[in-house]
C-alpha cells in the first residue's frame, strides 16, 4: 500500500540525501547508531520503541526499517504487536486527556455569560 504513496528507500534516494548535506546525514547517521546501541535499555527494547513510535508519528519507512530491525534483535511478532497497542493507546489517551481543554473552553464560554 504504501509502495503507491511514498517512493522506494534506494540506494539513489539515500545517496541524494548524502550528497546533498553530508556533513548533517554523517551527524545524523552516527547519532541514531549511538541511539539504538546497547545501553541501559537493550537494542530489543529500543527498537520495540521505535516500532511504537512510528506508528504514531505515521512514518511508513520507520515502520518497515525497524520493524525489521526488532526482528533482527530478537522481537517476536507478538512483542512487536504489543507495542504498537501501547502506542495506540498512548495516541488515544492524549487525545482524551485533551479533551480537558475542550471542557475548559466550554466553561469559560459559560463564564463569559
Known amino acids: 500500500m504504501s509502495h503507491d504513496i511514498y ?3 534506494t540506494r539513489e534516494l539515500i545517496q541524494q540525501r548524502r550528497q546533498l ?3 548533517t546525514e554523517a551527524a545524523f547517521q552516527a547519532f541514531s ?3 539504538f546501541a546497547e ?3 537493550p537494542a530489543k527494547i529500543k ?6 513510535v512510528a506508528h504514531t508519528t505515521q512514518c ?10 526488532a526482528r533482527r ?3 517476536t511478532p507478538q512483542e512487536l504487536m504489543e507495542a504498537i497497542w501501547v502506542a495506540a ?3 488515544a489517551g492524549s487525545a482524551y486527556a485533551h479533551a480537558s481543554l475542550m471542557l475548559d473552553t466550554l466553561a469559560e464560554e459559560q463564564e463569559a455569560k
Open 7 to 9: 517512493p522506494h528507500a
Open 39 to 41: 545501553g541501559a535499555l
Open 89 to 91: 493507546e498512548m495516541k
Open 47 to 52: 527498537q520495540l520503541i521505535a516500532v511504537a
Open 33 to 35: 547508531q549511538k541511539v
Open 21 to 23: 548535506a553530508p556533513d
Open 73 to 75: 534483535a530478537g522481537a
Open 60 to 69: 511508513p519507512y520507520c515502520i518497515r526499517g525497524h520493524t525489521k530491525a
